[in-house]
């Protein structure tokens, strides 16, 4: 099993930035792969970016490419979120996702490919 804890959600103008952390507890040897997805009121939940076990890959919805970036530390088992140039259609709450993986078959976009969750941390970005 493993646990999720997000953290670092809250309100803040168009234009400003917040990050987001979510740290790993338990059977952290394996995750491979971590993510971050949203969902906004009324909608479905969207991938927003992922990251490999080593850091070396990333991947990026398209409507926050240039704005967010996606980082991990593997010691402190926490993950990152860097959320610049943020809009209004960026409010929702933001999840923390785990799965297992390999090198060759790291990257996953659909949440059913994610094992574990966090409990959601609420990003509110007003015009």
């Known amino acids: 099993q493993v646990d999720l804890v997000e953290s670092g959600g809250g309100s803040v103008q168009a234009g400003g930035s917040l990050r987001l952390s979510c740290t790993a507890s338990?059977?952290?040897?394996?995750?491979?792969?971590m993510a971050w997805f949203r969902q906004a009121a009324g909608k479905e939940r969207e991938f927003v970016a992922a990251?490999?076990?080593?850091?070396?890959?990333?991947y990026y919805t398209d409507s926050v490419k240039g704005r967010f970036t996606i980082s991990r530390e593997n010691a402190q088992n926490t993950v990152y979120l860097q959320m610049n140039i943020l809009k209004p259609e960026d409010t929702a709450v933001y999840y923390c996702?785990?799965?297992?993986?390999?090198?060759?078959?790291?990257?996953?976009?659909?949440?059913?490919?994610?094992?574990?969750w966090g409990q959601g941390t609420q990003v509110t970005v007003s015009s």
């Open positions: 996702a785990a799965a297992p993986g390999i090198f060759r078959d790291w990257l996953k976009v659909k949440d059913g490919e994610y094992n574990y």
């Open positions: 338990g059977r952290t040897f394996s995750i491979y792969t």
């Open positions: 990251i490999r076990r080593d850091g070396d890959s990333t």
